[in-house]
């Protein structure tokens, strides 16, 4: 005889609990309203135009082109002109550069179907002369553009030099008659000349603020007096010394002209003593700091020491100093004596002479110095502490390194750390030359 298995049923609250839970989720996800919401939420070809756009220019270029691939409406968002407002082309030669290039195809996309959307330009070139005539022909292309802004940087040597004038004058002119609106262009080292300025002038005299041009050796001084002339809006200009002159500083200073607010100037020798360097008059200085007062005058200095003849022998209103080569006691010490406007002073090397004496006149009589930069110099401990303690807690920058400063009978290398910190008012340490 079979026997019947009775069901026992179990009355464990936990348990029914568990089941209900399960329950409840399989329904909801399993449901049409669960189905359907959980498509809306991954559905991303419904998202707004404007969401997929703020995304898409968070990302790469070669990411952003992948992504238009997914979908139609993707596609267009790539194509929207905000999306192309800023480009940069990389140019580089496989067998010059580890770098990547933007794509022929992308290239010539951006051309038939972008150039007028571009504002801000840049093109990035590698050391070879093909990257630079590229740049070139692409600019050459730009007929029905409207760029605000221009730049041109050789990330290696400055391979458009390699270009000839008559190719790179006339790319450049394209985009000179066809913007109308420049604003800003860097253009450093580059075979640019005086009449390609005068086209710039000629289409862009009312929206050039800023124009950065150091290394151009075919543009005189009457090329850039044409711009400085022209161009009342321009407001940050940087260029070589050897093209400023007092005529340019009094265009600066016109009543027609907005107050400058950047002044770069790069005083460069690669040939000791082949270059004479003028001298800049004392009332043509006076007359750009009475106009624009908060100018910032920067130079850059990469003299040999037999040079610096001609600078700083009267007052100077310079702000910003940089000798990237040897600079002697001497100069130095005309520093101290003429530049009251100083706010930054690096110098790389001086030589085997205590520069003491100099930085205690830079430090009572450049009342605005906030940052220092030492590289091969010597200071003795005192001398140093010195100059700390009358520049007190306005030095916001200082940089030395240990091997600069030179014990003395008064300190040591130990305590000079705790003396200057207590003159800044913060924790300082010099700096320490690299063991590897």
């Known amino acids: 005889m079979k026997r019947i298995r009775q069901t026992v049923k179990t009355e464990n609250p936990i348990l029914q609990a568990s089941q209900r839970s399960k329950k409840q989720k399989t329904f909801f996800y399993g449901s049409s309203f669960g189905k359907s919401h959980l498509q809306t939420l991954m559905d991303w070809g419904t998202l707004p135009l404007h969401v997929v756009l703020h995304i898409f220019q968070f990302l790469p270029l070669v990411d952003r082109a992948r992504a238009s691939s997914v979908c139609r409406r993707w596609n267009e968002v790539f194509h929207i002109p905000d999306l192309w407002r800023k480009f940069e082309f990389e140019l580089n030669q496989p067998a010059t550069s580890y770098l990547k290039s933007t794509h022929p195809d992308l290239i010539q996309q951006i051309i038939k179907r972008h150039a007028d959307d571009l504002q801000y330009v840049s093109f990035k070139v590698d050391s070879s002369t093909e990257s630079a005539e590229a740049a070139c022909d692409i600019l050459s292309q730009l007929v029905n553009c409207s760029i605000k802004t221009l730049g041109l940087i050789s990330t290696a040597k400055p391979s458009f030099m390699n270009v000839s004038k008559a190719h790179f004058a006339s790319a450049l002119t394209v985009v000179f008659v066809n913007s109308k609106s ?71 200073s016109s009543e027609k002209h907005v107050n400058l607010e950047h002044l770069r100037i790069d005083v460069v020798s690669e040939n000791p003593g082949q270059i004479e360097f003028h001298t800049i008059k004392k009332q043509s200085w006076d ?150």
């Open 287 to 436: 007359a750009l700091v009475k106009h624009s007062p908060k100018v910032n005058i920067v130079m850059y200095f990469f003299l040999y020491e037999e040079e610096f003849d001609a600078f700083f022998r009267e007052e100077t209103p310079v702000t910003h100093l940089y000798f990237g080569r040897a600079v002697s006691k001497a100069m130095l010490g005309r520093i101290g004596m003429n530049c009251p406007r100083l706010i930054e002073l690096v110098v790389c090397a001086n030589g085997l002479q205590p520069l003491d004496d100099e930085l205690i006149c830079i430090a009572e009589r450049c009342k605005n110095l906030t940052a220092m930069g030492l590289g091969e110099c010597e200071v003795t401990c005192r001398g140093f502490i010195e100059f700390v303690k009358m520049c007190g807690g306005r030095l916001t920058q200082l940089s030395i390194m240990e091997e600069v400063l030179i014990p003395d009978n008064d300190y040591n290398l130990d305590q000079i750390h705790s003396e200057v910190s207590k003159h800044l008012g913060r924790m300082w340490f010099p700096d320490m030359m690299p063991t590897w």
């Open 182 to 252: 420049l604003s800003s262009i860097r253009i450093d080292d580059t075979p640019v000349d005086d009449p390609s300025l005068k086209v710039l002038v000629a289409n862009n005299s009312d929206t050039l603020k800023l124009l950065k041009m150091s290394s151009c050796p075919h543009v005189s001084p009457a090329g850039i007096l044409c711009v400085a002339d022209q161009c009342h809006g321009l407001r940050e200009l940087a260029l070589n010394y050897y093209i400023l002159s007092d005529e340019l500083l009094l265009a600066l």
